[in-house]
């Protein structure tokens, strides 16, 4: 059987636009340190186009190309996503997201190395990105008797 990126990579509910939405990243079995820097998403399968000019019928405007970025995550770097605009929401359910890691620091025996990738397919984190339960975010909590 043939799997596909798609099948190889976690699955995050997406929450909050700017906050993260996964786990602090590892490359080569290493978190990397807070700052990491990314370039444009790729999305679709193989070979993926950027996130900015994929041609997704029906989408009212194209993803900024960093819709899906890093941001700091205590000691550590995670993704985060933007506010979707016009009907994007209605395209991230299932949607398979490759992120560049272009820059990174991280710690080998105490000392903080930087580290920059001159666009290595191979530093990057791919993502499913899932919805939130509508009915759990829309429903109020009953107020306390």
Known sequence: MNR??????SRYTVGLPGLPFTDQICIDGKKIGPGANSGEPE?????SKPI???ALVGLSQPFSPSFVKTITKGEGSALTHETPQGNQANYLEELCVKVPIQSYTVKVNGTVENVRTDNNQTD???VV???PDPIKVATPKPLPK
């Open 129 to 131: 990105l899932e919805l």
């Open 52 to 54: 900015s000019t994929a």
């Open 43 to 47: 999305i679709g399968t193989l070979p």
């Open 4 to 9: 596909t990126l798609k099948d190889l990579s």
């Open 124 to 126: 990057c984190i791919a």
